[in-house]
């Protein structure tokens, strides 16, 4: 099995930044996921890294360090619609992930 | 409609009642899952399947009961309700791709067993 963890809550000011932590354990790692999930709505995917380093996507971005079993997901300029739950996910060698519990991001006017 | 689709999406049900939950995906992907979600524990897996009649259990899935007869479809059932399986339940698939297996969920279906 595998243990993922992530902090339960964050809060920050609209236009600010915001860096979600992930770390993990497990064996057989075969990449990283992260998902964005509002209230009420099914998760969607915003991020996969498999390899060590930083992807950027627009005013998001995700770190992996597979040597440390860690991973962030870094939210820049925050708007209101950013309100949301993130979830880091990871994958093992096969097509299957497992879950972290997820950080509800509040972003504050 | 294209996509991944769930039926119904709100049910409510009684304790020892059997209820069957739908997914119906269009892009004929491989894979297909059963999340559950509950507060505290985030997403976990109750079934999944890698191709049409090939299925197989997750982390949760006494009480469940999968078929996968066609590659679109993958019903969950519920074989005798209980209150502990109130819950939001997500179908999802995935198929090989360069972003690896990204998974793509339905909207999700509300059951509340009373």
């Known amino acids: 099995g595998q243990n993922i963890d992530q902090p339960t809550e964050m809060t920050a000011t609209e236009g600010a930044i915001v860096q979600i932590n992930c770390t993990y354990q497990t064996s057989g790692f075969n990449g990283l996921f992260w998902y964005q999930q509002h209230a009420g709505e099914a998760p969607t995917f915003l991020s996969y890294?498999?390899?060590?380093g930083l992807e950027e996507k627009g005013r998001f971005s995700s770190f992996l360090s597979r040597s440390k079993g860690y991973s962030y997901l870094l939210l820049k300029e925050l708007q209101m619609k950013d309100s949301a739950s993130y979830l880091c996910a990871v994958s093992k060698n096969d097509y299957k992930l497992s879950f972290g519990a997820g950080t509800t991001v509040t972003v504050r006017a | 409609d294209a996509g991944i689709t769930q039926s119904p999406r709100y049910k409510i049900t009684e304790t020892g009642r059997q209820v069957t939950l739908m997914c119906h995906q269009t892009w004929s992907h491989s894979y297909m899952f059963w999340y559950r979600q509950d507060l505290g524990h985030g997403l976990r897996l109750i079934y999944y399947s890698a191709a049409a009649d090939i299925t197989d259990k997750g982390e949760v899935p006494d009480g469940y009961v999968v078929s996968r007869s066609k590659t679109e479809n993958f019903p969950l059932t519920l074989e005798s309700a209980t209150r502990s399986q109130t819950s939001v339940y997500f179908c999802?698939?995935?198929?090989?791709?360069?972003?690896?297996?990204?998974?793509?969920f339905g909207p999700g279906t509300r059951l509340t067993v009373l």
């Open positions: 999802a698939s995935s198929d090989r791709s360069l972003g690896g297996y990204e998974q793509f």
């Open positions: 890294n498999v390899l060590d």
